[in-house]
C-alpha cells in the first residue's frame, strides 16, 4: 500500500472529522499562538517541510522512469538503459523509504514535543486553579482536555502541514506531468473526480454522525462501569442494587456500542471502496483510450503506463485538499479549547508584592467577614462542565459578619447546626477561597496579602475524610515534608496514635494505602493524617472532626492524637465530640452564617440558647 494507503487513512480521518467545525468562530490571535508554540521546533519543521517536498517531487519522477524504461530501453531494443533506469527506479525506492522514515522521525518528533509543552502548561496552570474550580469541573472533561485535545491539535497540525504542502506540490506536479504527456487524458481524469468526491462527501457526512454517536455511547458505558467499579459506587451496587439491573443496564449500553461499530465499520468500507473504485474506473479509460491510441501510433505505450501511474497519485492528494478547510478547522478548534483553559485566569493568586506570614506561635483574626460561594461563571467554564452556559446565580450569602480572635495556642471550637457555615470558616482561614467582604489575618498579615509558601507553611489542617494518594504510607507523609527522616515518621505515627497498627503491617511504612487510603477505617486515616500534620509541624492546627461514632477505643486514641496535634498550637476544631468542646478556649456556636454564642462551656451551657440545646442533643449522649 505504501504511501497509498497512508493516504487513504489519511484522507479518511479527514472526512470523518467534524464538518460542522467550519462554523466555529476563531478568536484572533489563536493563529499567532499557534505559532508562538511551534517557534521552538523552527529548525525541526523546517527540515520536515524539505522533506515533504523532496518526497513529493521523488514520487513524480517515477512514473517518468517507466515510461522510458518502456518507450526508449524495450521498444529500443536497449538492454543496458533498461539495466541503468531499472537501478534508478531501485535507487529512488530506497531514497523514498529513507524519506518516508525522516518524514516520521521529523513529524514524531515536533508533534510528541508539541504535545509535552501543552500537556505540561495546561497542567501546571490547572494546578493553581482555586479549589472552587475543582468543585465545579468534571475531573473527565480536565483529563480529556489534557488527553484528547492536546492529541487532537498537535494530530491535526502535523496533518494539516504535511496534506496542504505535500500533497499541494504534489497534486500540481502531477497535473503538470500529466497534461504534458496527454492533456485530454488528464481532462478526463480530472472529470472523473466529482463522481467521487460527491458520493464520498455524503459517506463522510454521516460517517461524522456515526462517529459523534460513537463517541457518547462509548463514553455512557464507561461511565456505567466506573460508576459500578469504583469503590463506592460498587458499595451502593451491593448493598442497594440489583445484579440483574445492572447487567441489563450494561448489556443495553453495550448493545448499542456494537451496533454503531457494525454500521461505523460498513461506511468506512463503502468509503475506501469508492475511492478505490474511482482509481480504478479511471484507470480503466486511461488504458482502454490510451490504449486504442497507442495502436494508433498517435501515443507512446510508455505515455500509458505513465498516465496510468500518476492517477494513483492524483485522487488521493486531491481528496485530502478538498476537505482541508475542516483540518483546519478542527486543527484551530483543538488548540483553542487548550488555549481556553491556559486563559482562565485562577481566581485566587499570589499578589507580586506579597508578604510573608511571621513563622511564629499565631494569632488568627477574622474582620467582619462575609462569605457567599463563587458562581460558575467566576471559576470555571461552560465546557468543561457540559453544560452550554455557566450558572450566573450568585450563591446566598453563607457567612455573614463574622468577627473572631483567636489568640496564640488557644483552641476555639466551632459548633453548630449541619450547613451552617463552619467548614467554610476554615476555609477561610486556608484562603481556599476569598472572603467576599472583610478580611483574615494571620500573625497581622492579611491572607490575600500573604505568599503562597508562607501561608501552608504556617497552617495544616485535617478535614473530615482525609485523602491519601494512591501510593505508600511513607509517600504519603513525606508529601507533607519531603525531608523527614525515617526516625521523625515513626515518632509523628506515635503520637498520632497509629504507630501500633502500622507496625504490625507486613510491610511497615511501605504499605500501599489503596484508592482514596481505603484499606484503612476512617478513624485510622484520621489519625494518620493527623500524623501527616504533626510531621509537618505547622503552628496553626485546623481539624474538621468526623462526625461518625467511633467505638471507645479508636475514640480514645483519636482523643489523645488530637491533644498532642493541639498541644501548644492556634487551633480552630470543628467540634462533634464531647472532649473537645471541654478544653476548648473558646466555643462559638454558629448558625445560618452567623455567631449567634460565644464562650466558654460552662457559661454558654449557663445560657440556655441554642448551645445548651446542641450540647444536650449533640454532645451529651455520646461520651
Ligand atoms: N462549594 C460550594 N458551593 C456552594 N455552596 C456551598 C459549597 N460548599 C458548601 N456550600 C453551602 O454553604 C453552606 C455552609 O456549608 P459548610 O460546609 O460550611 O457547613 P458546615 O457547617 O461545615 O456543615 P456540616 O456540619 O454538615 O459539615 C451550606 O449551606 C452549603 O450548602
Ligand atoms: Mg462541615
Given at each position: 500500500?505504501?504511501?497509498?494507503?497512508?493516504?487513504?487513512?489519511?484522507s479518511?480521518?479527514?472526512?470523518?472529522r467534524?464538518?460542522?467545525?467550519?462554523?466555529?468562530?476563531?478568536?484572533?490571535?489563536?493563529?499567532?499562538?499557534?505559532?508562538?508554540?511551534?517557534?521552538?521546533?523552527?529548525?525541526?519543521?523546517?527540515?520536515?517541510?524539505?522533506?515533504?517536498?523532496i518526497?513529493?517531487?521523488?514520487?513524480?519522477?517515477?512514473?517518468?522512469?517507466?515510461?522510458?524504461?518502456?518507450?526508449?530501453?524495450?521498444?529500443?531494443?536497449?538492454?543496458?538503459?533498461?539495466?541503468?533506469?531499472?537501478?534508478?527506479?531501485?535507487?529512488?525506492?530506497?531514497?523514498?523509504?529513507?524519506?518516508?522514515?525522516?518524514?516520521?522521525?521529523?513529524?514524531?518528533?515536533?508533534g510528541?514535543?508539541?504535545?509535552?509543552?501543552?500537556?505540561?502548561k495546561?497542567?501546571?496552570?490547572?494546578?493553581?486553579?482555586?479549589?472552587?474550580?475543582?468543585?465545579?469541573?468534571?475531573?473527565?472533561?480536565?483529563?480529556s482536555?489534557?488527553?484528547n485535545?492536546?492529541?487532537?491539535?498537535?494530530?491535526?497540525?502535523?496533518?494539516?502541514?504535511?496534506?496542504?504542502?505535500?500533497?499541494?506540490?504534489?497534486?500540481?506536479?502531477?497535473?503538470i506531468?500529466?497534461?504534458?504527456?496527454?492533456?485530454q487524458?488528464?481532462?478526463?481524469?480530472?472529470?472523473?473526480?466529482?463522481?467521487?468526491?460527491?458520493?464520498?462527501r455524503?459517506?463522510?457526512r454521516?460517517?461524522?454522525?456515526i462517529?459523534?454517536?460513537?463517541?457518547?455511547?462509548?463514553?455512557?458505558?464507561?461511565?456505567?462501569?466506573?460508576e459500578?467499579?469504583?469503590?463506592?459506587?460498587?458499595?451502593?451496587?451491593?448493598?442497594f442494587?440489583?445484579?440483574?439491573?445492572?447487567?441489563?443496564?450494561?448489556?443495553?449500553?453495550?448493545?448499542?456500542?456494537?451496533?454503531?461499530?457494525?454500521?461505523?465499520?460498513?461506511?468506512?468500507?463503502?468509503?475506501?471502496?469508492s475511492?478505490?473504485?474511482?482509481?480504478?474506473?479511471?484507470?480503466?479509460?486511461?488504458?482502454?483510450?490510451?490504449?486504442?491510441?497507442?495502436?494508433?501510433?498517435?501515443?507512446?505505450?510508455?505515455?500509458?503506463?505513465?498516465?496510468?501511474?500518476?492517477?494513483?497519485?492524483?485522487?488521493?492528494?486531491?481528496?485530502?485538499?478538498?476537505?482541508?478547510?475542516?483540518?483546519?478547522?478542527?486543527?484551530?478548534?483543538?488548540?483553542e479549547?487548550?488555549?481556553?483553559?491556559?486563559?482562565?485566569?485562577?481566581?485566587?493568586?499570589?499578589?507580586k508584592?506579597?508578604?510573608?506570614?511571621?513563622?511564629?506561635?499565631?494569632?488568627?483574626?477574622?474582620?467582619?467577614?462575609?462569605?457567599?460561594?463563587?458562581?460558575?461563571?467566576?471559576?470555571?467554564?461552560?465546557s468543561?462542565?457540559?453544560?452550554?452556559?455557566?450558572?450566573?446565580?450568585?450563591?446566598?450569602?453563607?457567612?455573614?459578619?463574622?468577627?473572631?480572635?483567636?489568640?496564640?495556642?488557644?483552641?476555639?471550637?466551632?459548633?453548630?447546626?449541619?450547613?451552617?457555615g463552619?467548614?467554610?470558616?476554615m476555609?477561610?482561614?486556608?484562603?481556599?477561597?476569598?472572603?467576599t467582604?472583610?478580611?483574615?489575618?494571620?500573625?497581622g498579615?492579611?491572607?490575600?496579602?500573604?505568599?503562597?509558601?508562607s501561608?501552608?507553611?504556617?497552617?495544616?489542617?485535617?478535614?473530615q475524610?482525609?485523602?491519601?494518594?494512591?501510593?505508600?504510607?511513607?509517600?504519603?507523609?513525606?508529601?507533607?515534608?519531603?525531608?523527614?527522616?525515617?526516625?521523625?515518621?515513626?515518632?509523628?505515627?506515635?503520637?498520632?496514635?497509629?504507630?501500633?497498627?502500622?507496625?504490625?503491617?507486613?510491610n511497615?511504612?511501605?504499605?500501599?494505602?489503596?484508592?482514596?487510603?481505603?484499606?484503612?477505617s476512617?478513624?485510622?486515616?484520621?489519625?494518620?493524617?493527623?500524623?501527616?500534620?504533626?510531621?509537618?509541624?505547622?503552628?496553626?492546627?485546623?481539624?474538621?472532626?468526623?462526625?461518625?461514632?467511633?467505638?471507645?477505643?479508636?475514640?480514645?486514641?483519636?482523643?489523645?492524637?488530637?491533644?498532642?496535634?493541639?498541644?501548644?498550637?492556634?487551633?480552630?476544631?470543628?467540634?462533634?465530640?464531647?472532649?473537645?468542646?471541654?478544653?476548648?478556649?473558646?466555643?462559638?456556636?454558629?448558625?445560618?452564617?452567623?455567631?449567634?454564642?460565644?464562650?466558654?462551656?460552662?457559661?454558654l451551657?449557663?445560657?440556655?440558647?441554642?448551645?445548651?440545646?446542641?450540647y444536650?442533643?449533640?454532645?451529651?449522649?455520646?461520651?
Amino acid at each position: 500500500m505504501g504511501p497509498r494507503g497512508h493516504g487513504m487513512r489519511q484522507s479518511f480521518r479527514s472526512f470523518s472529522r467534524d464538518s460542522s467545525v467550519k462554523n466555529s468562530k476563531i478568536a484572533k490571535g489563536t493563529f499567532k499562538r499557534i505559532l508562538k508554540f511551534a517557534s521552538p521546533y523552527k529548525k525541526l519543521l523546517g527540515i520536515f517541510l524539505a522533506v515533504i517536498i523532496i518526497d513529493a517531487v521523488a514520487g513524480v519522477i517515477n512514473p517518468l522512469i517507466f515510461k522510458e524504461i518502456i518507450d526508449k530501453g524495450i521498444l529500443g531494443k536497449n538492454t543496458t538503459l533498461v539495466v541503468q533506469l531499472a537501478f534508478l527506479v531501485a535507487g529512488l525506492s530506497i531514497f523514498g523509504a529513507l524519506l518516508s522514515f525522516v518524514q516520521r522521525y521529523f513529524s514524531a518528533r515536533i508533534g510528541e514535543g508539541l504535545i509535552f509543552d501543552m500537556r505540561t502548561k495546561v497542567f501546571s496552570h490547572i494546578q493553581q486553579m482555586p479549589i472552587a474550580f475543582f468543585t465545579r469541573t468534571q475531573t473527565g472533561a480536565l483529563v480529556s482536555r489534557l488527553n484528547n485535545d492536546v492529541l487532537g491539535a498537535q494530530e491535526a497540525f502535523t496533518d494539516v502541514l504535511s496534506t496542504v504542502i505535500g500533497n499541494a506540490i504534489s497534486v500540481i506536479l502531477v497535473i503538470i506531468a500529466m497534461a504534458f504527456l496527454s492533456w485530454q487524458l488528464t481532462l478526463i481524469s480530472l472529470l472523473i473526480l466529482p463522481f467521487f468526491l460527491l458520493p464520498a462527501r455524503w459517506f463522510g457526512r454521516h460517517l461524522q454522525s456515526i462517529t459523534r454517536e460513537a463517541y457518547t455511547l462509548n463514553a455512557d458505558m464507561n461511565i456505567t462501569m466506573i460508576e459500578r467499579f469504583n469503590v463506592a459506587g460498587a458499595m451502593l451496587a451491593k448493598l442497594f442494587g440489583n445484579p440483574k439491573n445492572e447487567d441489563t443496564l450494561f448489556q443495553e449500553r453495550a448493545g448499542r456500542v456494537r451496533d454503531i461499530g457494525v454500521n461505523q465499520a460498513m461506511y468506512t468500507r463503502i468509503f475506501f471502496i469508492s475511492l478505490m473504485l474511482t482509481a480504478s474506473l479511471a484507470t480503466a479509460i486511461v488504458y482502454g483510450w490510451g490504449g486504442v491510441l497507442a495502436i494508433q501510433k498517435a501515443f507512446e505505450v510508455g505515455t500509458v503506463v505513465a498516465l496510468t501511474a500518476y492517477l494513483g497519485r492524483l485522487y488521493q492528494p486531491l481528496t485530502a485538499l478538498s476537505n482541508i478547510q475542516v483540518d483546519i478547522m478542527t486543527a484551530l478548534v483543538s488548540f483553542e479549547r487548550v488555549f481556553e483553559v491556559i486563559d482562565l485566569p485562577p481566581m485566587i493568586a499570589e499578589k507580586k508584592d506579597a508578604k510573608k506570614i511571621p513563622q511564629e506561635a499565631a494569632t488568627i483574626n477574622l474582620d467582619h467577614v462575609f462569605f457567599r460561594y463563587p458562581t460558575a461563571e467566576e471559576v470555571s467554564l461552560a465546557s468543561l462542565e457540559s453544560v452550554a452556559t455557566l450558572d450566573k446565580t450568585k450563591s446566598r450569602e453563607v457567612l455573614s459578619d463574622v468577627t473572631f480572635t483567636v489568640k496564640p495556642g488557644q483552641m476555639t471550637a466551632l459548633v453548630g447546626p449541619t450547613g451552617a457555615g463552619k467548614t467554610t470558616i476554615m476555609q477561610l482561614v486556608a484562603r481556599l477561597y476569598d472572603t467576599t467582604k472583610g478580611t483574615v489575618s494571620i500573625n497581622g498579615v492579611d491572607v490575600k496579602d500573604a505568599t503562597f509558601d508562607s501561608l501552608h507553611a504556617i497552617l495544616g489542617m485535617v478535614t473530615q475524610d482525609p485523602h491519601m494518594f494512591h501510593d505508600t504510607i511513607k509517600a504519603n507523609l513525606l508529601y507533607a515534608k519531603p525531608d523527614a527522616t525515617e526516625k521523625q515518621m515513626k515518632k509523628a505515627l506515635e503520637d498520632a496514635q497509629i504507630w501500633p497498627l502500622i507496625e504490625k503491617l507486613p510491610n511497615g511504612l511501605d504499605t500501599m494505602v489503596g484508592e482514596r487510603g481505603y484499606r484503612l477505617s476512617g478513624g485510622e486515616k484520621q489519625r494518620l493524617a493527623i500524623a501527616r500534620l504533626l510531621l509537618k509541624a505547622p503552628h496553626i492546627v485546623m481539624l474538621d472532626e468526623a462526625t461518625a461514632h467511633l467505638d471507645s477505643e479508636s475514640e480514645r486514641a483519636l482523643q489523645k492524637a488530637f491533644e498532642t496535634a493541639l498541644a501548644g498550637r492556634t487551633s480552630i476544631v470543628i467540634a462533634h465530640r464531647l472532649s473537645t468542646i471541654l478544653n476548648a478556649d473558646q466555643i462559638l456556636v454558629i448558625n445560618h452564617g452567623k455567631i449567634v454564642e460565644k464562650g466558654t462551656h460552662k457559661t454558654l451551657l449557663a445560657k440556655r440558647g441554642l448551645y445548651a440545646n446542641l450540647y444536650h442533643t449533640q454532645f451529651s449522649t455520646k461520651k
